[in-house]
Nanobody
Framework: QVQLVESGGGLVQAGGSLRLSCAAS????????MGWFRQAPGKEREFVAS????????RYADSVKGRITISRDNAKNTAYLQMNSLKPEDTAVYYC???????????????????WGQGTQVTVSS
């Protein structure tokens, strides 16, 4: 049974930082690209960042470039999202996802991912 478990969310002031983690089990982690998505109240789920199976390639949404870094540790079956200079508009539930057959061009598409976590809330106060 595949499980993705996010952690590290919370309440932070604008300008602050958070590091999200996504612990994976039940799959061969290094054969999956990993992505982070977020969904704010009343809005559709949107792409945040993604990383290829061995971390060679990454992609970011324009809204987070320069502030957010995605990484992974295949030895620990964990993906990370380091978020700096947080803004109130970053407030959302953040989800990690795993996809087995992603290309560079498809890494931003939520429909291409096979497994999803339950999400972790990030709230940025102004």
């Amino acid at each position: 049974q595949v499980q993705l478990v996010e952690s590290g969310g919370g309440l932070v002031q604008a300008g602050g930082s958070l590091r999200l983690s996504c612990a994976a089990s039940g799959l061969t982690f290094s054969t999956y690209a990993m992505g982070w998505f977020r969904q704010a109240p009343g809005k559709e789920r949107e792409f945040v960042a993604s990383i290829s199976r061995f971390g060679v390639s990454t992609r970011y949404a324009d809204s987070v470039k320069g502030r957010i870094t995605i990484s992974r540790d295949n030895a620990k079956n964990t993906a990370y999202l380091q978020m700096n200079s947080l803004k109130p508009e970053d407030t959302a539930v953040y989800y990690c996802a795993a996809g087995a057959y992603l290309t560079i061009s498809s890494m931003t598409a939520s429909r291409e991912y096979d497994y999803w976590g339950q999400g972790t809330q990030v709230t940025v106060s102004s």
